[in-house]
């Protein structure tokens, strides 16, 4: 087109060429302002009687368009050229049929590049997430093995404590009581039977000991999550519990934990709450943990990593999760409690 412009150099071709360009640029840097290719179209079938030449650039206009999709404008140039009478207009049809067809493979060559650009993006969005949903697994199990690990050791306090040890006591106890009864002459006897008694003295006190020391400092359970709500600075934090906290295993408690965790952190980040409410209810088939403010997020239908990762964590475990984002914050958390047979129940 330019060497034709050359030809004569006639100015009605220079500002249509120069036309061209532009908008060509424009197009390529603003995608969605691909339908002023029909401006282009229009511009070539009226400068035609100014610049004879002008029949050729609806060439382009019909390659981009084929190459954009943009089969409204195609018809146009083809039904402009069809009608016009051109000097070569066999070689003119040829040349639109080879343009229209270069604009057809270059386009579908570009949008199968773009769909496996995209597929790769996606997939590699899928394994960025596994691998961080992996990563924040593989943090949660140190943590799960402390946490059975300090609820074993209280487990074992209790056992001791409520069941032999009482036993021991009640033993030591009925002892002192025969010593008053013994009456006997034999002192070898009696100095046995002291000896006896203050041994078993002596493992009464080494039990409590025991008991006492397997007791750890670490909060566990209802009261790690009532301690995480009376830190919390952002506002106040109202705990309740309905139920009986005992039935939840400890892996489940981990991730309460978590869920605790991650609302008060998305309250401090994201909302303006005067109050959260914290409810931890426990059926006997399901454990279901509700945290709630009134810094609602409207409109913000997304949910972050943390939200999505626990998500993840609790569906996997057989439990639901879901994230309520009206004027009231809602997040709720229902996890099913397992029975033996290694089968969870339904809801």
Not at 214 to 238: F, H, I, N, R
Not at 264 to 284: I, Q, W
Not at 330 to 342: A, K, L, M, S
């Amino acid at each position: 087109m330019f060497a034709l412009w050359l030809d004569k150099s006639e100015t009605a071709g220079f500002f249509l060429l120069l036309s061209l360009v532009v908008m060509a640029l424009v197009r390529w840097r603003f995608p969605k302002l691909a339908p002023t290719l029909l401006a282009d179209a229009t511009a070539c079938a009226f400068l035609v009687p100014f610049w004879g030449h002008a029949q050729y650039a609806l060439i382009l206009v019909i390659f981009e368009g084929m190459y954009r999709r943009l089969y409204w404008v195609v018809l146009f140039g083809i039904f402009f050229s069809s009608t016009a009478l051109f000097a070569n207009y066999y070689s003119f049809a040829a040349l639109t049929a080879l343009a229209a067809l270069c604009g057809l493979f270059l386009g579908k060559w570009e949008q199968e590049h773009e769909h496996w650009r995209t597929l790769r993006d996606t997939e590699a969005g899928k394994f960025y997430k596994l691998e961080n949903r992996q990563y924040k697994w593989a943090e949660a199990l140190p943590r799960i093995e402390r946490m059975t690990a300090v609820a074993e050791r209280a487990r074992i306090a209790r056992e001791i404590h409520d069941n032999a040890g009482h036993e021991i006591v009640s033993a030591y106890i009925s002892f002192q009581t025969m010593r008053q009864m013994i009456d006997s002459e034999n002192s070898e006897v009696l100095e046995l039977y002291d000896a006896a008694l203050e041994r078993l003295s002596s493992g009464v006190e080494k039990v409590r000991e025991t008991a006492h020391n397997l007791q750890t400092v670490t909060s566990t359970g209802v009261a790690s999550l009532l301690e995480t709500c009376k830190s919390y600075p952002g506002c106040p934090v109202d705990f309740h519990t309905y139920g009986d906290t005992s039935k939840i295993p400890v892996y489940v408690w981990s991730i309460l934990e978590a869920c605790l965790n991650e609302g008060l952190t998305n309250v401090t980040r994201h909302a303006n709450a005067n109050y959260v409410s914290v409810e931890l209810d426990v059926t006997r088939h399901i454990i279901r943990l509700c945290i709630e403010n009134d810094g609602g997020r409207k409109g913000t239908g997304k949910t972050g990593m943390g939200l999505s990762n626990l998500r993840h964590r609790v569906i996997s475990i057989g439990g639901s999760f879901s994230v309520d984002s009206d004027e009231i914050f809602r997040i709720i958390c229902v996890i099913p409690i397992q029975e033996e047979g290694n089968e969870f129940i339904d809801s």
